[in-house]
């Protein structure tokens, strides 16, 4: 069985029943959730002596995953047992649910990073940057009551940025475009391979057969009878069936922009329609490495007739006393996370 401990303070606790890892490209936050069951008359039954908030860190073979804080704790004890479930999440997830107290919440002249650094410094988070972050901002401005997930989404939005936390519980900027590409592989054949599943999901629910963006040129008004409306047009041609979408931008733009968001969207769209689940023995490739999400991996799979690049979004990492290490991964197309920037907000031009 892998080994999984959990480090509170000076403790090191081990010995769980159950542990489930889960990293996504999808969250801002990592998530482990240990379970441990002990009949009173084993040597070692003895309660782990863990309260919530407390810092904590994951470890899987010795690596660390998870980095944060304890979530929450749940507690049953009976006449002769007890069974303790722990929620560890990285420190990131504080990001979530606390607000902004900065008054004015503005920047000015600020790139993503320094904007994002700022937000996460009273939480004690710091930001790195894989990639070029962009021009500065202008101006920036924070709703009151905004929580600090909610902004740096938005700063993400505006420069076509991914975030997610790293092993040491802070945040990452980066882009799906400047995912490494791994030695590691994936193969799913009937008497070989490392894939022991696969899970599929393929859906039509949002793609559409075109693609229609418009706005209006600098200046003018929708409401007057000189605004001159700007479209750009893109095509799904893996959706059969006829239905448009018209999507009304929210800053204007020239027709090369709204060309690049109608495309943008069409391809992020198609690539996130379909989603491929593989469970592999083990928490590593054959590289020695853990599987990692933001990482290309190339994927042979004989039984549903694929072979190509795919990228992991994300990993979850499970271990028990009756089911050995496995890792469940789902694999994108790299374009469902290469996404466009969105503009810049023009405060005091007059359009609608």
Same mark, same amino acid.
């Given at each position: 069985?892998?080994?999984?401990?959990?480090?509170?303070?000076?403790?090191?606790?081990?010995?769980?029943?159950?542990?489930?890892?889960?990293?996504?490209?999808? &969250?801002?936050?990592?998530?482990?959730?240990?379970?441990?069951?002990?009949?009173?008359?084993?040597?070692?039954?003895?309660?782990?002596?863990?309260?919530?908030?407390?810092?904590?860190?994951?470890?899987?073979?010795?690596?660390?995953?998870?980095?944060?804080?304890?979530?929450?704790?749940?507690?049953?004890?009976?006449?002769?047992?007890?069974?303790?479930?722990?929620?560890?999440?990285?420190?990131?997830?504080?990001?979530?649910?606390?607000?902004?107290?900065?008054?004015?919440?503005?920047?000015?002249?600020?790139?993503?990073?320094?904007?994002?650094?700022?937000?996460?410094?009273?939480?004690?988070?710091?930001?790195?940057?894989?990639?070029?972050?962009?021009?500065?901002?202008?101006?920036?401005?924070?709703?009151?009551?905004?929580?600090?997930?909610?902004?740096?989404?938005?700063?993400?939005?505006?420069?076509?940025?991914?975030?997610?936390?790293?092993?040491?519980?802070?945040?990452?900027?980066?882009?799906?475009?400047?995912?490494?590409?791994?030695?590691?592989?994936?193969?799913?054949?009937?008497?070989?391979?490392?894939?022991?599943?696969?899970?599929?999901?393929?859906?039509?629910?949002?793609?559409?057969?075109?693609?229609?963006?418009?706005?209006?040129?600098?200046?003018?008004?929708?409401?007057?009878?000189?605004?001159?409306?700007?479209?750009?047009?893109?095509?799904?041609?893996?959706?059969?069936?006829?239905?448009?979408?018209?999507?009304? &931008?929210?800053?204007?733009?020239?027709?090369?922009?709204?060309?690049?968001?109608?495309?943008?969207?069409?391809?992020?769209?198609?690539?996130?329609?379909?989603?491929?689940?593989?469970?592999?023995?083990?928490?590593?490739?054959?590289?020695?490495?853990?599987?990692?999400?933001?990482?290309?991996?190339?994927?042979?799979?004989?039984?549903?007739?694929?072979?190509?690049?795919?990228?992991?979004?994300?990993?979850?990492?499970?271990?028990?006393?009756?089911?050995?290490?496995?890792?469940?991964?789902?694999?994108?197309?790299?374009?469902?996370?290469?996404?466009?920037?969105?503009?810049?907000?023009?405060?005091?031009?007059?359009?609608?």
């Amino acid at each position: 069985m892998g080994e999984v401990k959990l480090y509170i303070g000076g403790m090191i606790w081990s010995g769980w029943t159950e542990t489930t890892v889960t990293k996504s490209l999808d &969250a801002m936050f990592g998530e482990g959730r240990l379970s441990l069951t002990r009949k009173f008359g084993d040597s070692d039954a003895t309660v782990p002596s863990v309260r919530v908030g407390q810092t904590a860190r994951i470890t899987l073979d010795g690596e660390t995953l998870i980095s944060g804080f304890i979530h929450s704790r749940a507690l049953e004890v009976d006449d002769d047992a007890f069974d303790l479930d722990i929620t560890v999440r990285d420190k990131t997830a504080l990001l979530s649910k606390g607000c902004i107290l900065n008054d004015p919440a503005e920047w000015k002249n600020q790139t993503a990073l320094q904007i994002i650094t700022e937000i996460c410094k009273p939480f004690g988070i710091s930001v790195s940057a894989e990639v070029p972050v962009g021009k500065a901002f202008a101006k920036f401005t924070a709703q009151p009551g905004d929580t600090a997930q909610k902004v740096i989404e938005k700063i993400c939005r505006h420069r076509a940025l991914i975030c997610y936390a790293s092993s040491t519980g802070n945040l990452i900027l980066t882009t799906a475009k400047a995912a490494a590409v791994t030695s590691d592989e994936i193969r799913l054949h009937p008497s070989q391979g490392n894939a022991l599943s696969l899970s599929l999901s393929d859906s039509l629910e949002d793609r559409h057969s075109v693609y229609v963006c418009r706005t209006q040129d600098r200046g003018s008004d929708w409401g007057s009878s000189e605004h001159s409306k700007v479209e750009g047009r893109a095509k799904d041609h893996g959706m059969p069936l006829y239905c448009p979408l018209v999507i009304i &931008a929210d800053e204007p733009g020239g027709t090369a922009a709204m060309t690049e968001l109608a495309t943008t969207t069409a391809s992020i769209n198609a690539a996130r329609a379909e989603s491929r689940e593989y469970v592999v023995a083990g928490w590593r490739g054959a590289s020695g490495r853990f599987w990692d999400i933001n990482k290309k991996v190339s994927l042979t799979d004989q039984i549903e007739g694929f072979s190509g690049q795919r990228l992991i979004s994300k990993a979850v990492f499970t271990v028990s006393s009756s089911v050995a290490e496995e890792t469940r991964l789902t694999l994108t197309s790299p374009a469902a996370y290469e996404l466009v920037a969105e503009p810049d907000e023009k405060p005091g031009e007059v359009w609608s």
